[in-house]
């Protein structure tokens, strides 16, 4: 299977260096041939139709910053959208930086990918929460596949699980922490009762949080899962703004002590169901699986059938978030 | 699809009422048409090449405990091997009692239909844990597809979650609570201070815990659920024997007490890796996903790439089981 990466950020850069682990097994256990056969970042690209290195590229990347520096095949300047016109391969994995104001460029290259009849593996959130319809009517459309596991939780496992696992089920609401970072400094603030904004700085400086830290505790993130888990798994149509956000910046270390003191804590919780989509800080009961500590994701779907299943894993991680790319294609592999 | 069940206690009949619940959703949804045309208890069984109703079957085997009292297609006295013989099936689903001694007439019942070239799907422990590799192995030469998800944490999913939600990862080791009825206990002791015999009779007139309990606190159940972990995600090549196991009927109010103190819960844990098969009672912190309480089940996989990842579910139940059941024949279905 030839593969075109778009984007070489910190997940793109996992998937790289998960395939450089596992290549030689995953030929032997599925019988599937990995192979690169191009990558792009804003610098431009590197493209070699009989396999890129992905040692090589990882080093290049990590030395000069810019994978056009990759020896011999680099091209220096090239857009994601030339790059899909240059390359011949099967199955585009998109992981250019999410974009929650117009989706682009992730949008335009997966509409490109299935128009051109190539399956298509994402942990984009933009297009996602955006462009959901257009993006799975297209695929159908072109008989392509459409996988995007690594957009909620990381490597937490909810969409596959939900479609494939569970498959005997239907999935009446969903209800999770569908972000680390926001959940790493409640705990904190649960566990040092510090305030909000000397944890959000504590959280900076350990690179959880971002220098810009909105689009997580203000609840935009993990408003873009609710988006997901609607579209995907309850088979609704919504977008970002049919979500009622509300994020943890105003949380005081006073109300969580108050809430200790009767047995309870404060997560920010998404809640997916056919009657409310809503991300907002609320109580949950210590002991509970939604007491998870750190950075941990955890989701609850409710069926109609096996009553409660929860999950609970990590909602981020280059590598982590790879491995769930991985399980994709892997998963393409198999319904070939 | 042409189904044959074997075996109609709980899991069983909770099998029918799934078929009559979902049969019109699922042929709508995966094209997937179930019929069913046999099913058997120790009386005899119910035969209709036209397919037999779900409902009637149900209130016949309700109003007289024998299924070979269904109106016009009821026969006594056949045996299951022999229904085997007497109809044409596409998918066996193999839920007679577990036996752990010698795994029949599971074993058998299973080896027949996959030998006749049939899917099988099951929730029965006993010829998971005893004849895994023989099973295995005739399911793969004659080419027939082998699922048994409900056989470990009944709606809790594991197995499937392993292969095929997780297939970019490689599971090193897993540690779970395997058994509801001794968490059920364990919970109930930690909470009232109750004493061992007392938890469990209460947990007897409850219909949590069997008459004869020994299956369930003497950590058997728990023990079989960690072989067919081994061998089937793991990959080993073991059997029941190779399990070390102790029960929960030594766990003492005083033993309990001591451990809250410090933050702990005894729980009854089955850890399933490569350096070590074991079933015994030991201590988890208190907040961890391993605090849950009830008759819920728990698993924790460690994997390579996507660190460790939780399911939570209930671990038994006719409906919640027979999800299971339902999730892997349309498993079977997709893979066709």
Redesign the interface.
Known sequence: MKICILGFGSVGQGVAR?FS??RD?IKQE?GLDLKLVAAADRSGAAIDPDGLDTDLLLNTKKDTGKISEYPKHGVKGISGMEVLDEVDYDCLIEVTPTNIEDAEPARSHILKAMKDGKNVVTSNKGPLALSFKELAHTAALNKVQFKY?ASVGG???II??AH???????IESIYGILNGTTNYILSRMAKEGSSYDQTLNEAQEMGIAETDPTQDVEGEDAACKVVILANSILNMDVTYDDVEVKGISQITPESITLAKKEGYLIKLIGEVSPDSLEVSPRLVK??S?F???GTLNVATLK?D??????????GA?S??T??????????IW?MK
Request: hydrophobic fraction near 45%.
């Open positions: 998960v682990m596992k097994i599925y596991e490597a937490m496992p596959n699980f494939e696992t569970l498959s005997g089920c239907k210590e002991g699986p007491a998870v500590e069926t059938l096996a009553d409660e299943v929860t999950v609970v894993g990590k991680g590598v982590e790879a491995s769930a790319i991985l399980s994709d294609i892997i998963s198999k």
